[in-house]
């Protein structure tokens, strides 16, 4: 049986973490540049490409996921850049149970707040963030921003191609599917791999919240958050809620 987590995989290994991790790296830095150390935790951390990148940088990173499978890819990775990072199976609505003292810098990215079944089950995860962030902490998250979505009436996703980490080229093709009455939709996420003699196509879909600046800024206040900033990239563009798919939150106590 085809799961989330393998396509995600797949999916992940088709990207330029190259060309993403130059456009990225730099704004998680400029978060820093007061810190002559810190020590930073990556929740929904994936195949941990930005833990790695931030631990190559010198920072004390600590990586945690609830898919094992993306947990192994990022223990593999790490060995192959010869960089320290502990990373933990876990979820992250529990990561006050598994991960010890403070942090100077929270992630999650990727829209993995969407992945969470319930909004209460954001704003229990944010309390947790909130409480392992140090006293000049500051808490990231990246999210798709469904009012510029349910105003453009956005679907389709472009195809996306890359290859495999044996080189098998593949594309992906990504769509929503609504769910009536609810705070949710389904992302039905397609990938057609090549194999010597044909295409063999792998399909999934998950559930996804659909959040919105106004959610999200809630959630942050009321989990005692008080210097909320929002961007619509990471060059720190201004967000525009009608205007811009993705959503940058940067958040301090």
Known sequence: MVVFEDLALIYDQAIDWTQRLSNELPFFSSLLKNHKTARILDLACGSGR???????????????????TMIAAAEKYAQINQVAVEFITADMQKATDVVEGSFDLILCIGNSLALLPTLQAVQSTLEGAYSLLGEKGIFVAQILNFDEIQHTGFRFFPLKSGKTAKGNEVIFARFFEPITDSMNVQLVFTGFIKTETSWRAKTVSQSILQINKSKLESILQKTGFTRISFFSNYQKNPFSPLENRNLLSVASK
């Open 50 to 68: 930005h833990a790695i990148a931030l631990a190559l940088e010198g920072f004390d990173v600590i990586g945690l996921d609830l898919s094992s």
